[in-house]
């Protein structure tokens, strides 16, 4: 039976918050979330994300509003390597298995599910296919996830480093720089 977690973080890099209401069980998850920010400018996120065994991204479904108008991104992966974004092939993203929302700590879950590095020692690096927000441009973008410690990971991509404190489920409690967790899960 699935396990619900609805989390809150506050989102310093955007000066904001997110909100996301977490189904997970086996090797999957869904979620649908919520997230308002006034950095790099003022914009509302609406989110759904759905991943299939493994953690791998099946699809990410977003709406941002901002002061240029309502932009959607349906981002899908087709279980084979390739992703679509609204129905348009990204080949730059090709054999990436997951999507990183900009500014959304929830995104980090999925690799770090996969390869049980909130608990374990290890090391991996990814492909993902990033999302910009709030301009929804979706960009090919290198990562890696190396254990620290029971619960923390540093996370490094290009120049940016960081050491994320995650819960034993996987879900990020403190990312340095981005956001960190309000309240209680449940």
């Known amino acids: 039976m699935p396990t619900t977690r609805v989390i809150t973080w506050e989102v310093s ?22 997230a308002v920010g006034t950095a790099p400018e003022p914009y509302w996120i609406a989110y759904e994300l759905d991943t299939a065994d493994g953690f791998v991204t099946r699809r990410l479904y ?6 240029d108008g309502t932009r959607t991104l ?18 730059d993203v090709d054999g990436a298995l997951d999507c990183d929302l900009g500014l959304c700590p929830l ?16 090391e991996r690096e990814f492909l993902m296919a990033w999302v910009s927000v709030p301009d929804l441009t979706v960009l090919s973008s290198r990562q890696t996830y190396r254990h620290l410690g029971r619960g923390r990971i ?21 990312y340095p720089g981005l956001a960190t967790r309000l309240g209680r899960t449940g």
Not at 17 to 28: K, L, N, S, V, Y
Not at 74 to 87: I, S, T, V
Not at 107 to 122: D, F, I
């Open 154 to 174: 540093r996370f490094v991509s290009g120049d940016f480093r960081s050491d994320i404190e995650f819960d034993d489920e996987g879900f990020v409690v403190d």
């Open 13 to 34: 890099q955007s000066r904001g918050t997110e909100t996301a209401w977490i189904e997970f069980g086996g090797d999957a998850l869904r979620a649908r979330g919520r």
């Open 107 to 122: 995104t980090n879950t999925m690799p770090v599910l996969r390869h049980g590095l909130q608990l374990v020692p290890g």
């Open 74 to 91: 349906d981002l899908r992966h087709d279980g084979a390597g390739r992703w679509a974004a609204n129905g348009e092939r990204l080949p």
């Open 62 to 67: 977003v709406t941002a509003e901002s002061a």
